[in-house]
């Protein structure tokens, strides 16, 4: 799996066990809207590197993990955040 999927995949699985208990009206929502961004990663032709709409399809991905962190109400770019934590190492 290419390191960027791997991370969406990873983004989608995690947040889709926290909010899998979820009584809240919006869960469902949410729920939903996870479950679709990780079908799209599991379809996606992981072992074919002349994949013809390679592009195209991780623009979806993208798109839908944006529509997911803004249903989450979390930001879609963690660098801000790594640089604003005072984090260093």
Same mark, same amino acid.
């Given at each position: ?11 989608? +699985?995690?947040?889709?066990?926290l909010? !899998?208990n979820s ?30 709409k390679? !592009? ?10 944006? !529509? ?5 109400n ?7 955040c ?6 260093? +190492?």
């Amino acid at each position: 799996m290419r390191p960027k999927l791997a991370f969406y995949y990873g983004f989608a +699985f995690t947040w889709k066990c926290l909010l !899998q208990n979820s009584t809240d009206a919006k869960a469902s929502k949410r729920l939903k809207t996870l479950e679709s961004l990780i079908r799209i990663i599991q379809s996606f032709p992981h072992e074919d590197p002349t994949y013809e709409k390679l !592009q195209e399809d991780i623009e979806r991905v993208r798109a839908k993990f944006r !529509q997911t962190c803004s249903l989450l109400n979390v930001p879609a770019d963690f660098r801000d955040c790594v640089s604003q934590s005072g984090m260093s +190492f």
